[in-house]
T-cell receptor, first 116, second 111 residues
Framework: GAVVSQHPSRVICKSGTSVKIECRSLDFQATTMFWYRQFPKQSLMLMATSNEGSKATYEQGVEKDKFLINHASLTLSTLTVTSAHPEDSSFYIC????????????FGNGTRLTVT | SQQGEEDPQALSIQEGENATMNCSYKTSINNLQWYRQNSGRGLVHLILIRSNEREKHSGRLRVTLDTSKKSSSLLITASRAADTASYFCATGGSNTGKLIFGQGTTLQVKP
């Protein structure tokens, strides 16, 4: 089956620093990747849609300068949380699709970010 | 914005019993999908049902879709302790692959 690898699984950083999270599709080319954020015991909130070779599309209320997304190849998308603050602490999950309408999403295992 | 609402929010049953979770949504959809999430992990796709389908089966899973009521249900039969997880419905309405997730149901299956 399709595999999506997300790295790191956990990261602790100090306030004001930036953190990069990588999402790789290991055995298929992902034309589109999605970044979600999940608070404890809550659902996934879509942050942005990342398309290979073009700018990401951000959901309403998500600061694009705060959450930088780069999708430089068909197998890699990165999310950089810039100038992180404690309120950015959350579980970030990426997913990838092969681009066909209705295709299931393949999820990474998530990144637990803690900003101290 | 989240469009799916699920009930119950939490469900606790004994091993061997059936578990039913419901999902309601607001806008028109192309398909509805169910996912499972173990604590602290990513989501795993369980089943997809298209808007022109009414019922679908996969192993111990049975999904129904009622587009007139904008609702879906997931039935897990003969539950096992390993089924303990959170279950989310997600709706897709465009050709972008974008999914919007419901609030989820936390299922606990007691051995």
């Amino acid at each position: 089956g399709a595999v999506v690898s997300q790295h790191p699984s956990r990261v602790i950083c100090k306030s004001g620093t930036s953190v990069k999270i990588e999402c790789r599709s290991l055995d298929f080319q992902a034309t589109t990747m999605f970044w979600y954020r999940q608070f404890p015991k809550q659902s996934l909130m879509l942050m942005a849609t990342s398309n290979e070779g073009s700018k990401a599309t951000y959901e309403q209320g998500v600061e694009k300068d705060k959450f930088l997304i780069n999708h430089a190849s068909l197998t890699l998308s990165t999310l950089t949380v810039t100038s992180a603050h404690p309120e950015d602490s959350s579980f970030y999950i990426c997913s990838a699709t092969k681009g066909q309408d209705g295709s299931p999403l393949h999820f990474g295992n998530g990144t637990r970010l803690t900003v101290t | 914005s989240q469009q799916g609402e699920e009930d119950p929010q939490a469900l606790s049953i004994q091993e061997g019993e059936n578990a039913t979770m419901n999902c309601s949504y607001k806008t028109s959809i192309n398909n509805l999908q169910w996912y499972r999430q173990n604590s602290g992990r990513g989501l795993v796709h369980l089943i997809l049902i298209r808007s022109n389908e009414r019922e679908k089966h996969s192993g111990r899973l049975r999904v129904t879709l009622d587009t007139s009521k904008k609702s879906s249900s997931l039935l897990i039969t003969a539950s096992r302790a390993a089924d303990t997880a959170s279950y989310f419905c997600a709706t897709g309405g465009s050709n972008t692959g974008k999914l919007i997730f419901g609030q989820g149901t936390t299922l606990q299956v007691k051995p």
